[in-house]
């Protein structure tokens, strides 16, 4: 198997804001791995919240080139190589999430099938609830980033007919924001405080919230908040609280359970399609409403996520809606819905001359 790194930045459509910080390019590390005729993507974004650079991701992935490139995905599966991988990588995520996207992606090519048809037939989908038509997978929600209020608004009229929205709060008018842009749309909205409340200001704010046809809120409290906090913000919140910084890894869900009423997963950070799935499955045993989010990535990861709808409640799955120029072809996102490429794999290639653009050393 021969192992290929792809660096690039992705431009924004428009900066993009949150409580912690403003971006207008993403970095973007994409793993291609071929074997057999064929080739599979992978992809992660740098996150400076954790710490997580092209050089820094570049790098990891280097040192596991030699296990990777003699690694036989005709006869093992990418869960072997993946727990190789953690080891060896020693729990560093980010990088591990590209390398087991790639190798799902050239595994299911190597036997013609689309990744998730793939699942589907060896049984992963099998469980309660879950649905397997595509006219039933969730829609995806369209992000608003912080700004000024009028920004705000624009971005909403920039993307009218959207089912769902979402948008990102943690200022000081954080309810009157969501007022404001509910006077111009009746779709669903759903709120995420990136870790900006307290639990008094997460309680008072979901009783405002739900009269404002807000779905639930997302990740209120800091990761570190005391167990009480999060406790009492689970029993006295006029509205469901998803977890997503507090839901990093697998060993993270069963301690969502009774904290939070849903758990938000991001491959990036927990290590790819392996173990979100894993996560996934064990959440909705649990009875946590499930929820799948990304980054701002390319149609490279988007693709890769969209993969697992059959096992979503909610999917915010926008990354590369919010970029200007996309050097992947996968799956496409029309006003939240999502549409598969009928290709084997997760169904990406690259867009070559966009790609060349973008292109980084």
Request: include cysteine; charged fraction near 25%.
């Amino acid at each position: 198997m021969r192992l290929t790194l792809h660096r690039f930045a992705l431009p924004l459509a428009r900066p993009f804001t949150i409580s912690r910080g403003s971006i207008d390019t993403r970095g973007s590390l994409i793993v291609e791995l071929s074997d057999g005729g064929q080739t599979g993507l992978g992809e992660v974004t740098e996150n400076s919240y954790y710490d997580q650079t092209l050089d820094s991701m570049s790098a990891a992935v280097e040192g596991v080139r030699s296990l990777v490139e003699r690694f036989d995905l005709t006869v093992g599966r990418p869960e072997e190589l993946w727990s190789e991988l953690a080891s060896a990588l020693g729990g560093n995520m980010f990088p591990l999430c590209a390398l087991d996207q790639a190798a799902h992606d050239l595994h299911a090519r190597l036997q013609g099938l689309p990744l998730r048809a793939l699942w589907s037939r060896d049984g992963l989908f099998t469980l309660p609830g879950v649905a397997e038509a595509t006219s039933s997978f969730p829609d995806s929600s369209y992000t608003i980033g912080i700004d000024t209020p009028d920004e705000m608004l624009a971005r909403l009229d920039e993307r009218p007919g959207w089912s769902v929205y979402k948008i990102k709060l943690g200022t000081p008018n954080d309810v009157e924001i969501v007022r404001r842009l509910r006077d111009h749309t009746d779709a669903l909205f759903r709120v995420d405080a990136n870790c900006a409340w307290t639990a008094e200001e997460t309680i008072e704010n979901s009783k405002a919230l739900a009269e404002l046809n807000v779905e639930f809120i997302e990740q209120p409290l800091p990761a570190d908040a005391s167990d009480d906090d999060k406790r009492i913000v689970f029993e006295q919140s006029a509205l469901p609280i998803v977890a997503d910084e507090n839901c990093l890894v697998e060993a993270n869900v069963e301690l969502c359970h009774g904290r939070f009423h849903g758990v938000n997963v991001k491959l990036s950070k927990c290590g790819g399609l392996t173990p979100a799935l894993r996560m996934l499955k064990q959440a909705r045993s649990l009875g946590l409403r499930t929820m799948l989010g990304c980054m701002i990535e390319s149609s490279a990861g988007i693709s890769a996520a969209a993969q697992l709808l059959p096992l979503l409640d909610y999917a915010d799955l926008d990354g590369a809606v919010l970029l200007r120029e996309d050097p992947v072809r996968g799956v496409r996102i029309k006003k939240g819905r999502i549409e598969f490429s009928m290709r084997p794999g997760t169904g990406v290639e690259f867009e070559t001359e966009i790609a060349n653009r973008l292109r980084l050393p």
